[in-house]
């Protein structure tokens, strides 16, 4: 055998552990790095914005969130610090979500624009997450996984030993 049932769960239980940890702070992480503007009253025909202020190469995303019922049609779209216009969408009902990678740096707008007749409350999500935090995060469920398979196969292994002692004695 390529592994012994003590050296897999000691190894399985260790991954296990780092992975909790890892993976609870990359998340963590995560939740803290993103922008939250809940219970936004957005009234017809003046748009709401949304700054972040972000490096090129970072992904940046957005989601909003209708929290009233309403059909209103809405648009919404982040604009670069040179004013240029990036992932437009237009919406009616529940709400979009979006994301790219940032292409300069500077201070990011996410315009929100109600233009339906019903003044709405919306929640607006706008952040940008790391690559140290989403590689974590990955690396943190890699662990978990390698860890549970090896806990899997520790006791796997103690079985049939147990079974092929017991068939020696028999």
Known sequence: MFLKSETALKIGIVLLIVSVVVFSVSIFGIYSTINGFTHEDSTTSSPL???INTSAGEPLSYTVEIRSNTSNNFTTY????DGQ???EAN???AGVSKSM???ENGEWHLYV?????KNSSISVHLGTLPYYLEAGAYFGLTALVIG???LIYS???GRRERNRQAERFR
């Open 49 to 51: 914005v949304f700054s």
């Open 78 to 81: 982040l604009k670069s610090p």
């Open 85 to 87: 216009k990036f992932l």
């Open 91 to 93: 919406f009616t009902g």
């Open 101 to 103: 990678v940032a292409t």
């Open 113 to 117: 624009v109600n233009h339906g007749d």
């Open 148 to 150: 549970v398979i090896l």
């Open 155 to 157: 006791f796997d292994m």
